[in-house]
């Protein structure tokens, strides 16, 4: 008798290639302008958000001992 070296829920695997199929997936749809321009919206827009973020982030991001010591000689200037 011929015994397989599989578990039984997989026998299957080891004959895939026995059952090739000769139907062609439906093409796909192609996207009208209107979607294409929303796609692009939505990407400038995420693109834009993370840009303005990075600048005005930036300021907050700097070390804050450059600006007290500015401050304060600024102040002792002015006594």
């Not at 796609?39 to 840009?51: K, S």
């Amino acid at each position: 008798m011929f015994r397989r070296r599989e578990a039984v829920p997989f026998a299957f695997v080891a004959e895939a290639d026995h059952f090739r199929s000769n139907v062609t997936p439906p093409p796909r749809e192609r996207l009208s302008a209107s979607q294409i321009a929303g796609r692009t919206l939505i990407g400038l827009t995420v693109v834009a958000g993370l840009a303005g973020s990075l600048i005005f982030g930036m300021p907050s991001l700097q070390s804050g001992d450059s600006a007290t010591r500015q401050q304060q000689s600024e102040a002792s200037d002015n006594r």
